[in-house]
Each structure stands twice: as structure tokens, then as C-alpha cells.
């Protein structure tokens, strides 16, 4: 079945210094991936989202590109400030409703 | 727009009590909605899928007598943890599928459940 991988965190960095954060994928057909964001004691929100193969997500700094021919979907961001310290899930759906998550990745940015 | 509210955002109640959460799609009509549940530090699982004007898909091992849920019109669904015990304590997350967009949904900020 479908599946996604995240890495394992905590993933803790400077502040100013550059993320990445690796999310592979295996499905069949053509997924539609999304990385969504969650702060501490709050739901999910939509951090960027790509449809279709080499599509680039982004917002607020952060960018995605959907390969196809390496199944990944790596969260990236060249500067990181202390206020994006939060948990960060790949996922995928399969063109139904239902998402498969990641595990989720947390991050700690140190002033 | 795609605004998904959740009410309460707290709630604690006591062993045996019943607890209803609401999830309502704001500016959207959602035919599918669903119910997550979210342990410390961990992933969303999901509990179920709510389809407007009918039953509810429980995933497996989810007891549907105990999480009882309606979506009884296009933009309100509930769920209720019915004779709750303290391992129903959790963060409870619902989303909406927006008809008008290519199977995203879209999250409500969640509830925190405590029975004590």
C-alpha cells in the first residue's frame, strides 16, 4: 500500500541556518503530496503542496519539489528562524480523500 | 477561505461521562469530513471517515459504539466519546474534504480531551 517516510527527529538548528528535511513516498499512480506544519497544542495547518511531478511548493520560505524519479518530497528552507520550531508531516494522497502521513518531524530552532 | 472550526478546543470531563465535539466546515460545504486522534509526540491516526447523510467508515480497530459520529449536514460533523475512560485522553483533529478542490483537506485546530 502506500506509504510515506520521514525522517526521524528532533532535528535542532541555529537560527539563520538551512533545513532540509527528507520525505519519500511509494504509491501507485500519481499522488498528490502536501508538507503541513503543527505548532505546539494546535492542529495542522497547510505549510505547501505539489500535484504533479517536478511541480515546486512554497511558502513562507520554504520549498518542495515533487520528483518523481526519486519519490521525494524534501521540505527545505534556506533560513530558519526561531519560529518554525514545530512538528513538520509529509503526506500523500492518492486521488481519494483519505492522507497517508509521515511520522512527523520535529524541529528546535536556537536563537 | 477553507476555515474548519472545532468546539471545544478543551474539554475534561469525568470517567463514565459522555463528550460530544463538534467540527463544522465554515465557509465551504464538506461532504467527507474526518476524525483523527493524536498521541504526545506522535503521527495523526485516523479514526474514521464521515460522509453526509451516512454512516460512518471506522478504521480497524476503532470501536464505533464508543466513538459515535454523525454528519448530519454539509458543513457540521461530531463526534462523541461515549462512557469515556482516562485512555480516551487525547488531542482529537477533524478535516474537511472541500468539493470544490482536488481531495485536500482542510484542519480544524483540534480538542484536547481529558477524562480524569
Known amino acids: 500500500g502506500d506509504s510515506v517516510t520521514q525522517m526521524e527527529g528532533p532535528v535542532t538548528l541555529s537560527e539563520e541556518a538551512f533545513l532540509t528535511i527528507n520525505c519519500t513516498y511509494t504509491a501507485t499512480g500519481y499522488p498528490s503530496l502536501f508538507w503541513y506544519v503543527q505548532y505546539p497544542g494546535e492542529g495542522l495547518q497547510l505549510l505547501l503542496k505539489?500535484?504533479?511531478?517536478?511541480d515546486k511548493g512554497s511558502n513562507k520560505g520554504f520549498e518542495a519539489t515533487y520528483r518523481k524519479e526519486t519519490t521525494s518530497f524534501h521540505l527545505e528552507k534556506g533560513s530558519v528562524q526561531v519560529s518554525d520550531s514545530a512538528v513538520y508531516f509529509c503526506a500523500l494522497t492518492g486521488g481519494t480523500y483519505k492522507y497517508i502521513f509521515g511520522t512527523g518531524t520535529r524541529l528546535k530552532v536556537l536563537a | 477561505g477553507a476555515v474548519v472550526s472545532q468546539h471545544p478546543s478543551r474539554v475534561i470531563c469525568k470517567s463514565g461521562t459522555s463528550v460530544k465535539i463538534e467540527c463544522r466546515s465554515l465557509d465551504f460545504q464538506a461532504t467527507t469530513m474526518f476524525w483523527y486522534r493524536q498521541f504526545p509526540k506522535q503521527s495523526l491516526m485516523l479514526m474514521a471517515t464521515?460522509?453526509?447523510?451516512?454512516?460512518?467508515?471506522?478504521e480497524q480497530g476503532v470501536e464505533k459504539d464508543k466513538f459515535l459520529i454523525n454528519h448530519a449536514s454539509l458543513t457540521l460533523s461530531t463526534l462523541t466519546v461515549t462512557s469515556a475512560h482516562p485512555e480516551d485522553s487525547s488531542f482529537y483533529i477533524c478535516?474537511?474534504?472541500?468539493?470544490?478542490?482536488?481531495?485536500?483537506?482542510?484542519f480544524g485546530p483540534g480538542t484536547r480531551l481529558t477524562v480524569t
Open positions: 478535516s474537511a474534504g472541500d468539493d470544490r478542490s482536488s481531495y485536500e483537506q482542510y
Open positions: 505539489a500535484t504533479k511531478a517536478d
Open positions: 464521515s460522509n453526509e447523510g451516512s454512516k460512518a467508515t471506522y
